[in-house]
């Protein structure tokens, strides 16, 4: 015990906003103090510092989220301040720009170096961006989020097989229960959201950027509309943005496409698990392959049907036919194809899916698993620093 509880680790990402990589390192964060180590965690801030701080990490804030080299450079003398003077025993880099910080810094002082290879990043023209992705493929060990991510790593940055670890990432089976979630809870948001029981709720979750596919759903939808004009459906477009423009632009096309009366925007939702539990399909939709998609085993978890592309990882997660349904990338009559089948789903078919889909996440996509893994990279690295 006495060992364990001088164990510190350090782990670096741009800023504490919402999203995969956030969640990761506070779950992480969560299962280092409950083990008796000692968490930090470095970033520019943000929104997750204080949830960070309930679990009983340690926030400190540092100009991370640049991609200015000047101060990237600076940033190694500071993280070597903040190592030294924290005793820190292992590092753990979440994203490129802190990953060149923190590797040199760790490198300086022989400490163990970890990285968790969240996307594929892409390569840029002539894979011109690929030496700048290249110090996530560097650490001592480098965890891949999925099998499309590990294979991703040893085609494209020659990372050797035994130097790869695979944890995928994990569902907290706690907050996504359906047992946990009250009827008043389901009552409460399908009257802010205006449903009625009578019609199917498609939802898209997941930060609305450019490239999650938000403008596909939208001719699905219209080709929805087109077979059968007397259809009624509502698709919940469900996440946070910082573009304005992008929300406008959504809204004008699903007017344009004649199904604006189908769309609703909602970019602030304080109840994902009730969301889940009103919804007859959720849908990933995303142009890009998925490092992993953990809205598609959030869904899952909660005993949905999920629609997703047939690219990344998402079929690692779901069994087609039997959990949801995969579409042809980009195609939007496969998307719609998929959809219909999914809200054709007999009352019969549904529950069984549901059992199904409830089964595979927590079998396969636990929170705590997923740390318990991480704990192990992190026991592994120091083990292999002894003489």
Same mark, same amino acid.
């Given at each position: 015990?006495?060992?364990?509880?001088?164990?510190?680790?350090?782990?670096?990402?741009?800023?504490?906003?919402?999203?995969?990589?956030?969640?990761?390192?506070?779950?992480?964060?969560?299962?280092?103090?409950?083990?008796?180590?000692?968490?930090?965690?470095?970033?520019?801030?943000?929104?997750?510092?204080?949830?960070?701080?309930?679990?009983?990490?340690?926030?400190?804030?540092?100009?991370?989220?640049?991609?200015?080299?000047?101060?990237?450079? @600076?940033? &190694?003398?500071?993280?070597?301040?903040?190592?030294? =003077?924290?005793?820190?025993? %292992? /590092?753990?880099?979440?994203? !490129?720009?802190?990953?060149?910080?923190?590797?040199?810094?760790?490198?300086?002082?022989?400490?163990?170096?970890?990285?968790?290879?969240?996307?594929?990043?892409?390569?840029?023209?002539?894979?011109?961006?690929?030496?700048?992705?290249?110090?996530?493929?560097?650490?001592?060990?480098?965890?891949?989020?999925?099998?499309?991510?590990?294979?991703?790593?040893?085609?494209?940055?020659?990372?050797?097989?035994?130097?790869?670890?695979?944890?995928?990432?994990?569902?907290?089976?706690?907050?996504?229960?359906?047992?946990?979630?009250?009827?008043? @809870?389901? &009552?409460?948001?399908?009257?802010?959201?205006?449903? =009625?029981?009578?019609?199917? %709720? /498609?939802?898209?979750?997941? !930060?609305?950027?450019?490239?999650?596919?938000?403008?596909?759903?939208?001719?699905?939808?219209?080709?929805?509309?087109?077979?059968?004009?007397?259809?009624?459906?509502?698709?919940?477009?469900?996440?946070?943005?910082?573009?304005?423009?992008?929300?406008?632009?959504?809204?004008?096309?699903?007017?344009?496409?004649?199904?604006?009366?189908?769309?609703?925007?909602?970019?602030?939702?304080?109840?994902?698990?009730?969301?889940?539990?009103?919804?007859?399909?959720?849908?990933?939709?995303?142009?890009?392959?998925?490092?992993?998609?953990?809205?598609?085993?959030?869904?899952?978890?909660?005993?949905?049907?999920?629609?997703?592309?047939?690219?990344?990882?998402?079929?690692?997660?779901?069994?087609?036919?039997?959990?949801?349904?995969?579409?042809?990338?980009?195609?939007?009559?496969?998307?719609?194809?998929?959809?219909?089948?999914?809200?054709?789903?007999?009352?019969?078919?549904?529950?069984?899916?549901?059992?199904?889909?409830?089964?595979?996440?927590?079998?396969?996509?636990?929170?705590?698993?997923?740390?318990?893994?991480?704990?192990?990279?992190?026991?592994?690295?120091?083990?292999?620093?002894?003489?």
């Amino acid at each position: 015990m006495g060992e364990t509880s001088k164990r510190i680790c350090l782990q670096v990402l741009p800023s504490l906003r919402a999203g995969g990589v956030e969640r990761g390192t506070v779950d992480v964060a969560q299962a280092l103090t409950a083990a008796g180590w000692t968490a930090l965690v470095a970033s520019a801030g943000g929104p997750m510092v204080r949830e960070l701080e309930r679990v009983g990490a340690q926030h400190i804030t540092l100009p991370l989220k640049t991609k200015n080299p000047l101060v990237i450079r @600076r940033n &190694i003398d500071v993280l070597i301040e903040v190592m030294r =003077s924290n005793n820190v025993s %292992v /590092v753990h880099a979440r994203s !490129r720009a802190p990953a060149w910080s923190a590797r040199a810094a760790a490198r300086r002082l022989g400490i163990p170096f970890v990285t968790t290879f969240h996307g594929t990043y892409g390569l840029g023209p002539f894979g011109l961006k690929k030496f700048y992705n290249r110090v996530m493929a560097d650490g001592d060990v480098v965890i891949a989020i999925s099998e499309f991510i590990r294979a991703h790593l040893m085609q494209n940055y020659a990372v050797p097989a035994e130097k790869i670890r695979l944890i995928h990432r994990g569902v907290d089976l706690q907050q996504f229960d359906p047992a946990n979630v009250s009827s008043q @809870r389901l &009552i409460q948001l399908a009257l802010k959201w205006r449903l =009625s029981e009578a019609t199917p %709720v /498609v939802m898209l979750p997941g !930060r609305i950027t450019s490239w999650k596919g938000h403008h596909l759903v939208i001719d699905a939808l219209a080709i929805l509309r087109q077979r059968d004009p007397h259809m009624q459906l509502r698709c919940m477009m469900v996440g946070p943005t910082e573009s304005t423009h992008l929300v406008e632009t959504l809204t004008a096309y699903a007017e344009a496409r004649n199904v604006s009366g189908w769309v609703q925007i909602v970019q602030d939702c304080n109840d994902i698990p009730a969301a889940y539990m009103i919804t007859d399909v959720a849908v990933s939709a995303s142009t890009d392959p998925e490092a992993f998609g953990r809205v598609v085993a959030e869904a899952q978890a909660m005993g949905r049907p999920v629609v997703a592309p047939a690219h990344g990882a998402a079929g690692e997660i779901i069994e087609p036919g039997m959990t949801g349904w995969l579409f042809t990338p980009s195609d939007p009559v496969s998307l719609a194809n998929a959809i219909q089948r999914a809200l054709n789903l007999s009352r019969e078919d549904r529950a069984r899916l549901s059992i199904r889909a409830i089964e595979r996440v927590r079998a396969k996509f636990d929170k705590t698993e997923m740390c318990t893994k991480t704990l192990k990279v992190y026991d592994e690295v120091l083990m292999n620093l002894r003489p």
